[in-house]
């Protein structure tokens, strides 16, 4: 059984920038129910399936197949929920611990989160500067509800 462990951040700041380089993200939703979440994902080349799970406290079941990237486009073209999620993601080490920040395009341009997996639900972190309020848990800011309420919106 695959598990993901992660808390989400709003970012505030820029001082993350000059410490990764982005790479872009294209992804759609097949399913957006509560309980199962179905994800095409297309990351630089390489195309993906993700399957999750009901997300409880910042846990839920993750898993991620690779498909083949011209199968990802014609899905994320003919089959998935519109609009397609946009962003640049940059990695980046602090203190141990991966932080992917995710810089939204399109119908949620302005909207930046930071995310980090965890291997524990109790697992310390220390938090860097650029990381403003804790929205783990907080459905609006899920990319599968981005696409039915666009930050743009909001």
């Known amino acids: 059984m695959a598990q993901?462990?992660?808390?989400?951040?709003?970012?505030?700041?820029?001082?993350?920038?000059?410490?990764?380089?982005?790479?872009?993200?294209?992804?759609?939703?097949?399913?957006?129910?509560?309980?199962?979440?179905?994800?095409?994902r297309?990351?630089?080349?390489?195309?993906?399936?993700?399957?999750?799970?009901?997300?409880?406290l910042a846990?839920?079941?993750e898993y991620e197949y690779e498909i083949p990237y011209t199968e990802a486009v014609e899905i994320l073209?003919?089959?998935?929920?519109?609009?397609?999620?946009?962003?640049?993601?940059?990695?980046v080490c602090y203190r141990?611990?991966?932080?992917?920040?995710?810089?939204f395009e399109g119908v949620n341009k302005g909207l930046i989160l930071a995310e980090v997996e965890l291997s524990h639900p109790d697992e310390s972190i220390e938090i860097p500067d650029w990381i403003g309020e804790e929205v783990t848990g907080d459905p609006k800011y899920f990319n599968s509800n981005l696409v039915k309420h666009p930050y743009t919106i909001w």
């Open 4 to 40: 993901e462990i992660e808390r989400k951040f709003l970012v505030s700041g820029d001082a993350w920038r000059n410490l990764a380089e982005p790479i872009h993200y294209r992804q759609g939703y097949l399913s957006t129910q509560k309980d199962r979440i179905v994800r095409v």
């Open 42 to 56: 297309i990351v630089g080349e390489k195309g993906y399936l993700t399957i999750k799970g009901l997300t409880h």
């Open 59 to 61: 846990t839920r079941l």
């Open 77 to 91: 073209e003919k089959l998935c929920e519109q609009p397609i999620i946009e962003k640049k993601r940059y990695t």
């Open 96 to 103: 141990g611990h991966y932080w992917e920040i995710d810089e």
